[in-house]
């Protein structure tokens, strides 16, 4: 097992009926005046949006809003908020929706201290100054609500890259699986492949580290059998709540303990993708690309790829286990090629120079430029 730390200082408020508690919480810490950012609507239709307000109220928070962020946030609306942050200057930023607006917070509660938000983004280093973070997440998948990451698209480059650092870990999120009933299915699928794919770009480089790949084995099958669970019945509690505590897991440090800091490489090519296909969401891009990744790279750990076909697919070869993969991401609706997203072949070599261009190349394997097409090429139309 490699040495680590394991440091996450967010407050994690789950179960039902939680939301209420989010005034209190921002209070608690001494803050008066936020600024709420969302989405395009959903947390309208579910009620969350009322029992934020009404818990906001009670706390005795005065708060502004900021409603518009879309999937794939773009930098663009970003400064626009930390504009209103600063104009109002507010002591506090609180996310209510998915990762898209959770990640928007972080960057506007980071842009709140600097004249360049996109500045943050190109330096690469660790964000150290932030307004203090709150959320109230509606959507899990990307594990934003307990980390310190956050992923903005540069419109006008196609450029979508992360930052991260310890400034960007929210305060208090409010985790309630209820509330993730009203997602439409494929955003429950982009979620769970989302999820998936965190747990397997921290998995795939580790080995020595028995208690972590096995706790990320188990995960990967729990994600597997709830999500199947949820096709069936959408408001399945039990199931909504595994799925969420999966996906907070897959990236707040603890699926990666012991077993170094993660690939990244498929995340660094779905970037890329969905940079230059904005109506790509995250968890749909990964759900092609990982397989290829896999099948091109698992002679870099052969060890940990045969144990996660034995493990998690019940299978005797990665090939084999990558083709049980594809065929659940089939049966769940999800598509399996970037053909059957639209994505035309002559497009691939400017993805991968996107995708490149972020400067996450892999650690499992340092992969080239010419190694990005590859993967890409190989993701087009798979046998
Ligand atoms: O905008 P609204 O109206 O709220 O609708 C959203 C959106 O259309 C909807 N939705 C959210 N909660 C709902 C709901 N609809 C009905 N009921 C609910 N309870 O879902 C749609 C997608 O939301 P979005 O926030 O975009 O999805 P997700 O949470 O998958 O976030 C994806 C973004 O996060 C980045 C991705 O690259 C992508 O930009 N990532 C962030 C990471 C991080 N911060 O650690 C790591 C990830 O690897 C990822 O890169
Ligand atoms: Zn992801």
């Avoid at 650092?165 to 997602?183: E, K, Y």
């Avoid at 090939?319 to 002559?346: C, H, I, N």
């Amino acid at each position: 097992m490699r040495n680590f730390e394991f440091h996450n200082p967010t407050k994690l408020v789950f179960g039902k009926d939680t939301i209420r508690q989010i005034g209190e919480e921002i209070r608690r810490r001494g803050h008066h005046y936020v600024l709420m950012i969302a989405g395009g609507g959903s947390i309208r239709r579910n009620g969350v949006y009322d029992a934020v307000v009404r818990s906001l109220n009670r706390a005795g928070i005065r708060w502004d809003e900021c409603w518009g962020v879309q999937p794939n946030p773009v930098l663009s609306k970003v400064e626009e908020m930390a504009a209103v942050a600063k104009k109002a200057g507010v002591d506090a930023v609180l996310g209510v929706g998915g990762g898209s607006v959770l990640d928007s917070a972080k960057a506007v509660a980071a842009g709140y201290y600097v004249d360049d938000v996109w500045g943050l983004f190109e330096k690469k280093e660790p964000v150290a100054r932030a307004l203090p973070i709150y959320s109230v997440l509606t959507l899990s998948a990307t594990g934003s609500e307990m980390n310190g990451y956050a992923v903005i698209t540069k419109e006008d480059e196609k450029k979508k890259w992360p930052i991260g650092g310890p400034a960007l870990f929210p305060q208090v999120s409010i985790v309630d699986p209820s509330v993730q009933s009203t997602l439409p299915w494929e955003q429950t699928v982009n979620g769970a492949v989302d999820t998936i794919s965190h747990i397997q770009e921290l998995y795939f480089p580790g080995r020595d580290a028995e208690v972590t790949l096995a706790l990320d084995e188990s995960l990967l099958r729990t994600v597997v059998r709830v999500t199947d669970r949820l096709r069936e019945e959408p408001g399945d509690y039990a199931a909504r709540a595994s799925l969420a505590w999966a996906s907070t897991m897959a990236l707040n440090g603890a699926a990666g303990a012991g077993v170094g800091d993660g690939d990244w490489a498929t995340h660094a090519l779905e970037h890329g993708l969905s940079g230059v296909h904005p109506e790509i969401a995250h968890g749909t891009g990964l759900g092609i690309l990982f397989p290829a990744w896999i099948l091109y790279c698992q002679d870099a750990n052969p060890e940990t790829f045969a144990r996660w076909a034995r493990n998690v697919w019940g299978r005797d070869s990665v090939e084999d286990a990558v083709a049980a993969f594809r065929a659940k991401l089939a049966e769940w609706g999800a598509p399996t090629s970037l053909k059957q997203l639209g994505v035309a072949e002559s497009e691939i070599g400017a993805i991968a120079e996107n995708a490149y261009s972020s400067g996450m190349h892999g650690s499992l394997k340092q992969l080239s430029l010419d190694d990005f097409r590859r993967i890409l090429e190989s993701a087009w139309d798979p046998a």
